[in-house]
Nanobody
Framework: VQLQASGGGLVQPWGSLRLSCAAS????????MGWYREAPGKPRELVAY???????NYADSVKGRCTISRDNAKKTVYLQMNSLNSEDTAVYYC???????????????WGQGTLVTVSS
């Protein structure tokens, strides 16, 4: 299974970005999908996740500014980020739970990371 993340870049404060992460490979089903970020000198933290039953959860720091969504047909998870500030600067990683077969257990995969830089 491969995860291809995209959408990062340089954005001005109060700007917006939309991150995408597409899964490919041997996939029977997609389970939980989420976004994490890792800022310089800080541990990786959960930003948002969307479960297979469409339950979403967000870190307090992004509530009201970010929206996670998923397109199961496209095996893709998105993160719409608005009102960005310098504290959002980080490498963003997608994390997707995948079952390879009907009787397989769920295995989590990481995307390669996409850099978001918020700066004027």
């Amino acid at each position: 299974v491969q995860l291809q993340a995209s959408g990062g870049g340089l954005v001005q404060p109060w700007g917006s970005l939309r991150l995408s992460c597409a899964a490919s490979g041997i996939i029977f089903s997609i389970e939980d999908m989420g976004w994490y970020r890792e800022a310089p000198g800080k541990p990786r933290e959960l930003v948002a996740y969307a479960s297979s039953t469409d339950v979403s959860n967000y870190a307090d720091s992004v509530k009201g500014r970010c929206t996670i969504s998923r397109d199961n047909a496209k095996k893709t998870v998105y993160l719409q980020m608005n009102s960005l500030n310098s504290e959002d600067t980080a490498v963003y990683y997608c994390n997707v739970g995948v079952r390879a077969g009907r009787y397989s257990t769920t295995r989590a995969y990481w995307g390669q990371g996409t850099l978001v830089t918020v700066s004027s």
